[in-house]
T-cell receptor, first 112, second 114 residues
Framework: TQLLEQSPQFLSIQEGENLTVYCNSS?????LQWYRQEPGEGPVLLVT?????EVKKLKRLTFQFGDARKDSSLHITAAQPGDTGLYLC????????????FGGGTRVLVKP | KAGVTQTPRYLIKTRGQQVTLSCSPI?????VSWYQQTPGQGLQFLFE???????NKGNFPGRFSGRQFSNSRSEMNVSTLELGDSALYLC?????????????FGQGTRLTVV
């Protein structure tokens, strides 16, 4: 069974601070996706990382895929209240690509 | 390009009843997957349909079923509702071929069973 563990479960920071969310597994994933979800809404895709060691930047968000493709991180620089939400990592099943395994999520609260 | 549309957004049902949820995928997407999201279990995969055929299935009881129509729209049905079925049900669409394709989610249907 492929599992994804996210840490921390909850982060509360002040506007302007930096934060990092981690997504770890003992299994190799062909790719990992990061989503942000706001209350009562569906997850919104932020990025997908495919190559081991890959780094992708989306404005103040930096995503990294581990060299062994077993872990990923999301770093937010100078967080803003609009970054508040539930951040989810997800990876495709090894033999059923459209079956996504999700991490438990990291709830981020950025206070003004 | 319209996104994934789920209807209805909210539902309240009584234990023992059945419910049908609908999902219209992004135009051109042939794969529709369903997920259940609860505070305790997070997002869990229910099943995936591709070209009107169930291609993958999660570990849910037979009370949960689905289907896909020729226009790729999908429905999921839950029979004999239990209190524990209260959740946000999410539908995701993707192109559906190959591994690791991007999944785009709808806003979800919030089901409350009383």
């Amino acid at each position: 069974t492929q599992l994804l563990e996210q840490s921390p479960q909850f982060l509360s920071i002040q506007e302007g601070e930096n934060l990092t969310v981690y997504c770890n597994s003992s299994s190799v994933f062909s790719s990992l996706q990061w989503y942000r979800q706001e209350p009562g809404e569906g997850p919104v895709l932020l990025v997908t990382v495919v190559t081991g060691g890959e780094v992708k930047k989306l404005k103040r968000l930096t995503f990294q895929f581990g060299d062994a493709r077993k872990d990923s991180s999301l770093h937010i620089t100078a967080a803003q209240p609009g970054d508040t939400g539930l951040y989810l990592c997800a990876g495709p099943h090894s033999t059923a690509g459209n079956k996504l395994t999700f991490g438990g999520g990291t709830r981020v609260l950025v206070k003004p | 390009k319209a996104g994934v549309t789920q209807t209805p957004r909210y539902l309240i049902k009584t234990r023992g009843q059945q419910v049908t949820l609908s999902c219209s995928p992004i135009s051109g997407h042939r794969s529709v997957s369903w997920y259940q999201q609860t505070p305790g279990q997070g997002l869990q995969f229910l099943f995936e349909y591709f070209s009107e055929t169930q291609r993958n299935k999660g570990n849910f009881p037979g009370r949960f079923s689905g289907r896909q129509f020729s226009n790729s729209r999908s429905e999921m049905n839950v029979s004999t509702l239990e209190l524990g079925d209260s959740a946000l049900y999410l539908c995701a669409s993707s192109l559906g071929s190959g591994l690791g394709l991007l999944a785009f989610f709808g806003q979800g249907t919030r089901l409350t069973v009383v």
